[in-house]
């Protein structure tokens, strides 16, 4: 049983952007924080956006300034707006329910790439 599912990865040039998708079932969704993370193969995964459920983000310095996370609650969709785009952006990107149980998405792959 999926209970949170991203899209919207791809390939992208860098400089371009990307906007990353991620459904949840109302349960999961409402009243919760949600992030984005990403991984690449032999590195820790790392927080890349979250937000409130009132709305308050955070990014870390490595993204600060071109992605922006955003949700819909009527949607029950958090979203992850990718500008400016880096090839060490390239990634799995995961979204994430903070919230015990923590949940997890599968991933999506986002690669930045000439």
């Known amino acids: 049983q999926v209970q949170l599912a991203e899209s919207g990865g791809g390939l992208v040039q860098p400089g371009g952007s990307l906007r990353l998708s991620c459904a949840a079932s109302g349960s999961i969704f409402s009243g919760n924080a949600m992030a984005w993370y990403r991984q690449v193969p032999g590195k820790q995964r790392e927080l890349v956006a979250g937000?409130?459920?009132?709305?308050?983000?955070n990014y870390p310095d490595s993204v600060k300034g071109r992605f922006t996370i955003s949700r819909d609650n009527a949607k029950n969709t958090v979203y992850l707006q990718m500008n400016s785009l880096k090839p060490e952006d390239t990634a799995v990107y995961y979204c994430n329910r903070p919230a015990r149980p923590v949940l997890w998405g599968q991933g999506t792959l986002v690669t930045v790439s000439s």
């Open positions: 937000i409130t459920s009132g709305g308050s983000t």
